[in-house]
């Protein structure tokens, strides 16, 4: 059964830096995308942040490229995020999620909500101005 656990969130300054973890169970072993995507009240959910388990691609969304970061520990159990130079629109529920390699074969999107059957319960991060 797959698991996703994300922590990490909290309230931060503008400028101010946060790494929130996701841990994993239950993921098949090179078969997977798995990253993050966010949620604002009253917006739809976004990609944040992509990475393929089995070749180490990695997608960034515009609005976060050069300030956030997504990597996995060597048992690649846990997922990261490490986030700097926050922004008052950064603020949102993060969600981790996964997918099978399946799934996003050949697609060209990686971010598209209805492809990931598994997802965490979310972690809240508040960026204040």
């Known amino acids: 059964e797959v698991q996703l656990v994300e922590s990490g969130g909290g309230l931060v300054q503008a400028g101010g830096s946060l790494r929130l973890s996701c841990a994993t169970s239950g993921l098949s072993f090179d078969d997977y995308y798995i990253g993050w995507f966010r949620q604002a009240p009253g917006k739809e959910r976004e990609g944040v942040s992509v990475?393929?388990?089995?070749?180490?691609?990695?997608y960034y969304a515009d609005s976060v490229q050069g300030r956030f970061a997504i990597s996995r520990d060597n048992a690649k159990s846990t997922l990261y995020l490490q986030m700097e130079n926050l922004k008052p629109e950064d603020t949102a529920t993060y969600y981790c999620?996964?997918?099978?390699?399946?799934?996003?074969?050949?697609?060209?999107?990686?971010?598209?909500?209805?492809?990931?059957?598994?997802w965490g319960q979310g972690t809240r991060v508040t960026v204040s101005s």
């Open positions: 990475i393929s388990d089995f070749d180490g691609t990695t």
């Open positions: 999620a996964a997918t099978r390699r399946i799934v996003l074969t050949g697609s060209g999107i990686y971010t598209d909500v209805k492809d990931y059957p598994y």
